[in-house]
Structure formats: C-alpha cells, structure tokens
C-alpha cells in the first residue's frame, strides 16, 4: 500500500510566483521526509528534508512544511523559475527500516514564463 | 563534487537471460541502496547494504541477488529475466547510520533496463 502520496499529479504556476507541492503519509513511525526533484532519463537530485521534530526547514527558495497531527507537508518554491519544471518526489524514511525511501508518485510541476 | 556512478547506463536484454548492474557510490559513503522505477511509476526500494551487510530489504525477487563489496561499490544481479523487468534502477548511497545526515539519500543517474 503507498504510505506516502501526492494526490496531485501535475501542477501549473507563473513564474515568479509561489508553488506550492502537497505530500500526505499514513505511516505515524516516519522520522524523515525528503523531497526530490527529477528530470527525465536522470536519477532524483535532493532537494530539502524535514526532521519529524521540526515544523519547518528553510533553504533558499525551498522550504518545507509538516504538520503531523494531519501527517501532511509541503514544499514551497518562491519564486517560482522556469528551470523548476520537472517532477517532485516526496519520500518519507524511518530509522528502523535502514532509511529505505517510501516515495510518493510525483508531481509534475511545469512553470511558465 | 563525486556523484554516484552507475554502469551500464542502458542495458538490453532478452528474456530468461541475466544481468548484472553496478553502482559505485560517493566517497566515504558506506550505504548503498537499489530502487526500481517502472514506467509512470514511484521508485520501489528492493535492497541496501551497510558495511557490505544487507541492511533492509524491500520488494526485490528471489531472482534478483545483491552484494556490496570491500571498496563499498554494489552489484545487483538479475537472472532469468522477465519482460516486467523492464525498468529504471537507480542506486543511492549514504552516510552511515549514526553519522550526521545518514537520512539523505544521493542517487545516481540510473540503468534503464529493457527485456525483449
């Protein structure tokens, strides 16, 4: 079963503007979550993760939200730039598993000019 | 900065036949991971490797065989092929568990497998 989904396959956004990615998980034994961007033919590249003791990771233009009590978290892309567009991965990791990714299945952020 | 090297980049196959993917993985990362990606899919975690142990085992086949060795690159081998094999591989590589940033994953840029 997916422990970690992304209930929205694409999104479309201005640039310049914010975007933001939602992620929900069901799995409350989570210690990590991690976001990764993909292009396509090329392996994810690490973005930005959260600690589940924290409630907000900030790097540059990313920043991560998460809020346990409804085990959900977003990543929030300002501003917004035309070399964004490609697919977001939210991944979620727990000690005890060796951190063996759970990977949601991806939005597909496009950002236009 | 080194990255995870994966080899080969693309691979063809026929069915029933075997194959073996290799994934070095960043200096003095001593964790290795395998995930396979199908089409229009999420990557699937099947095997890692700590220290040359198995560490965790995900949704790999009794076909499928893994090892890491002394210098900490891996091996994943495939036998007896089936067309559903067809698929992305990505290797990823860690710090240590216990090491500051263990969590973070690096992948490299994949195999893409193809059975005919």
């Known amino acids: 079963d997916q422990q970690v989904k992304q209930n929205s396959p694409s999104l479309s956004v201005q640039e310049g503007r914010i975007s933001i990615l939602n992620c929900d998980y069901t799995?409350?034994?989570?210690?990590?979550f991690l976001w990764y961007k993909k292009y396509p033919a090329e392996g994810p590249t690490f973005l930005i993760s959260?600690?589940?003791?924290?409630d907000k990771n900030e790097d540059g233009r990313f920043t991560v939200f998460l809020n346990k009590s409804a085990k959900h978290l977003s990543l929030h892309i300002v501003p917004s730039q035309p070399g964004d567009s490609a697919v977001y991965f939210c991944?979620?990791?727990?000690?005890?598993?060796?951190?063996?990714?759970?990977f949601g299945k991806g939005t597909s952020l496009l950002v236009t000019p | 900065a080194a990255g995870v090297i994966q080899s080969p980049r693309h691979l063809i196959k026929e069915k029933r036949e075997t194959a073996t993917l290799k994934c070095y993985p960043i200096?003095?990362?001593?964790?290795v991971y395998w995930y396979q990606q199908g089409p229009g899919q999420d990557p699937q975690f099947l095997i890692s490797?700590?220290?040359?142990?198995?560490?965790d085992k995900g949704s790999i086949p009794d076909r499928f065989s893994a090892q890491q060795f002394s210098d900490y690159h891996s091996e994943l081998n495939m036998s007896s092929l089936e067309l559903g094999d067809s698929a992305l591989y990505f290797c990823?590589?860690?710090?240590?568990?216990?090491?500051?940033?263990?969590?973070?994953?690096?992948f490299g840029p994949g195999t893409r497998l193809l059975v005919l």
């Open positions: 200096p003095r990362h001593d964790t």
């Open positions: 991944a979620a990791s727990w000690v005890n598993s060796g951190y063996a990714l759970n």
């Open positions: 490797f700590y220290e040359k142990m198995q560490s």
């Open positions: 959260i600690s589940s003791i924290k």
């Open positions: 799995n409350s034994m989570f210690d990590y």
């Open positions: 990823a590589s860690s710090l240590g568990p216990g090491q500051r940033g263990a969590e973070t994953q690096y």
